[in-house]
């Protein structure tokens, strides 16, 4: 036991090492992300630190991967993931992946008019989006598009471009949302019928 924790605490450093010099950030860059000393850092890389959660989680942060990749955990973890639903301004979110950074996945659940009344308010950030719906209407203001999208109906675009959701009628809306980093683009294949998406 006491040889196998040793073998995974010495794996470590060369691991950040490699991961840092593939993202092709310096330790001074880093060092400015995360708050640890230039010197730290390039103890834990070498091995001459032992690497303690309190400098696993900001580099974890700062690289955007769970902390398990950083220890180099076994690849035969349950991949099964246990979300935990949030409740926003009345709408259920359940996100449905574990891995911080990259492709985000989440279901959401949109209760009989919410939206019913609610001045819509686009909103624009960085990144993709990918929708599919899953049951009900959802109401999609895209730019200065205003589009109608039910179940099986699918839509992604640049989140640069001003958008908002919500229930086109009185009933609840589902629907599965991926969002990815600007130029982190969702491909799908999928079926569907062009002139009910430009319904109104």
């Given at each position: 036991m006491g040889d196998d924790f040793d073998s995974v605490l010495a794996a470590i450093g060369p691991r950040l090492r490699e991961l840092r010099r593939r993202r092709g950030v310096t330790l001074t860059a880093l060092s400015e992300t995360t708050g640890i000393s230039v010197s730290t850092l390039s103890r834990l890389e070498s091995g001459h630190r032992k690497p303690g959660l309190d400098l696993l989680l900001?580099?974890?942060r700062a690289y955007r991967v769970p902390v398990d990749e950083l220890v180099g955990a076994p690849a035969d973890l349950d991949p099964r993931v246990y979300p935990r639903p949030l409740t926003r301004n009345g709408m259920t979110v359940v996100p449905l992946t574990r891995k911080?950074?990259?492709l985000q996945a989440f279901k959401h659940i949109l209760p009989a008019g919410l939206t019913a009344g609610r001045e819509p308010d686009p909103r624009s950030h960085e990144g993709y989006?990918?929708?599919y719906v899953l049951n009900g209407r959802l109401r999609v203001l895209l730019g200065d598009e205003d589009l109608i999208l039910t179940a099986g109906e699918v839509a992604e675009f640049d989140t640069h471009l001003p958008h908002?959701?919500?229930n086109a009628d009185e009933r609840p809306v589902e629907f599965l949302s991926i969002l990815g980093p600007q130029g982190e683009r969702v491909h799908v294949?999928?079926?569907y019928r062009p002139d009910d998406l430009?319904?109104?």
């Open positions: 900001p580099l974890a911080p950074g990259g989006h990918w929708l908002w959701f919500g294949k999928a079926r430009h319904r109104a």
